[in-house]
């Protein structure tokens, strides 16, 4: 029987892989356009969506020792998260263009940075080892430069491209990672099995 931790682990090595899948899709809309931006916002909304339980696994793990305000950091990571998920799916189902939603798809991805940076250093103390808590904050400061560069500069601007490299970095490494971990039984949750 799978447990929810291999689930979980599953579910962070699909995000991962979308994460993979979503730079390189954006990459190739970037310079060719159609068909690549949908195939990214499908990417996008498998990411944010395999990452959800994520947020939950990480928010049980740091609420052993932070309480209720690990509870609230992994529900801004989700609102964030599903935000993000409905933004890219309206744009799948063409019911808004992409410059309707690239402003709130932005801020979404901010707020999933948020989640990423205080998750991250609410890890530094609580059950997760290393590197994992430094590539929650990198993969969090890269999510928020993506949508400052776009805010003030579009694809363009270095923080976008800087933060867009980060993310796919950190992000990736993060969620392999910790999907690796969990789905090998090499990480278990305290709070559930002690």
């Given at each position: 029987?799978?447990?929810?931790?291999?689930?979980?682990g599953?579910?962070?090595?699909?995000a991962?892989?979308?994460?993979?899948?979503g730079a390189?899709?954006?990459?190739?809309?970037?310079?060719?356009?159609e068909?690549?931006?949908t195939?990214?916002d499908?990417?996008?909304i498998?990411?944010?969506g395999s990452?959800?339980?994520?947020?939950i696994?990480i928010g049980?793990?740091?609420?052993?020792?932070?309480?209720i305000?690990?509870g609230?950091?992994?529900?801004?990571g989700?609102?964030?998260?599903?935000?993000?998920?409905?933004f890219?799916?309206a744009?799948?189902?063409r019911l808004?263009?992409y410059?309707?939603?690239?402003?709130?798809t932005?801020a979404?991805?901010v707020?999933?940075?948020?989640?990423y940076v205080?998750?991250?250093i609410l890890?530094?103390?609580s059950?997760l080892d290393?590197?994992?808590?430094?590539?929650?904050?990198g993969?969090?400061?890269?999510?928020?430069?993506v949508?400052f560069?776009?805010?003030?500069?579009a694809q363009?601007?270095p923080l976008?491209?800087?933060?867009?490299?980060?993310?796919l970095?950190a992000?990736?490494a993060?969620?392999?990672l910790?999907?690796?971990?969990?789905?090998?039984?090499g990480?278990?949750?305290?709070?559930?099995?002690?």
């Amino acid at each position: 029987m799978i447990t929810f931790e291999q689930a979980v682990g599953w579910s962070a090595l699909i995000a991962a892989v979308a994460t993979l899948i979503g730079a390189v899709t954006l990459a190739l809309f970037f310079q060719r356009g159609e068909p690549w931006g949908t195939r990214n916002d499908v990417a996008a909304i498998f990411l944010m969506g395999s990452t959800v339980p994520v947020a939950i696994l990480i928010g049980a793990i740091e609420g052993k020792d932070f309480g209720i305000a690990a509870g609230i950091v992994a529900g801004v990571g989700i609102i964030g998260m599903l935000a993000a998920a409905g933004f890219q799916l309206a744009l799948v189902a063409r019911l808004r263009t992409y410059e309707q939603l690239l402003g709130r798809t932005l801020a979404a991805g901010v707020v999933v940075g948020a989640w990423y940076v205080l998750a991250g250093i609410l890890a530094l103390s609580s059950g997760l080892d290393q590197p994992l808590p430094l590539l929650a904050i990198g993969s969090g400061l890269g999510f928020i430069a993506v949508g400052f560069g776009f805010a003030v500069g579009a694809q363009g601007h270095p923080l976008s491209i800087g933060g867009g490299l980060l993310v796919l970095v950190a992000s990736t490494a993060f969620l392999g990672l910790l999907g690796y971990r969990l789905v090998s039984g090499g990480m278990v949750v305290p709070s559930w099995n002690g």
